[in-house]
Nanobody, 124 residues
Framework: QLQVVESGGDSVQLGGSLRLSCAAS????????IGWFRQAPGKEREGVSC????????NYADSVKGRFTISRDNAKSTVYLQMNSLKPEDTAVYYC?????????????????WGQGTQVTVSS
């Protein structure tokens, strides 16, 4: 089974920044659209952002538009999520997963191979 690995989660203060990374174990991410998702305690997992295979198409949840930026470096087979101006409501476990395509409306049911997640905690 394809497996992705997330890293970069940490605890930060309100307004801080983090960069999450998504890499693959045993295969290349270069052939997949990739989505970032998050799940806060007691809430359903939600789509945060996605990027197409080549990187020409990106989509963002309204809650993170203008603060988060998704990118990919296919030379490193890695996808990044740059998170700026972090808020306490961004606190969650963040997951990346492969997608068939990066569509405007995407969610966990569109995803295939999941990682274990990385914890992001934002304190006020």
């Amino acid at each position: 089974q394809l497996q992705v690995v997330e890293s970069g989660g940490d605890s930060v203060q309100l307004g801080g920044s983090l960069r999450l990374s998504c890499a693959a174990s045993g295969f290349s991410l270069n052939y997949y659209a990739i989505g970032w998702f998050r799940q806060a305690p007691g809430k359903e997992r939600e789509g945060v952002s996605c990027i197409s295979v080549i990187g020409g198409r990106t989509n963002y949840a309204d809650s993170v538009k203008g603060r988060f930026t998704i990118s990919r470096d296919n030379a490193k087979s890695t996808v990044y999520l740059q998170m700026n101006s972090l808020k306490p409501e961004d606190t969650a476990v963040y997951y990346c997963a492969t997608l068939a395509a990066c569509r405007i409306h995407f969610g966990p049911t569109d995803a295939d191979s999941w990682g274990q997640g990385t914890q992001v905690t934002v304190s006020s």
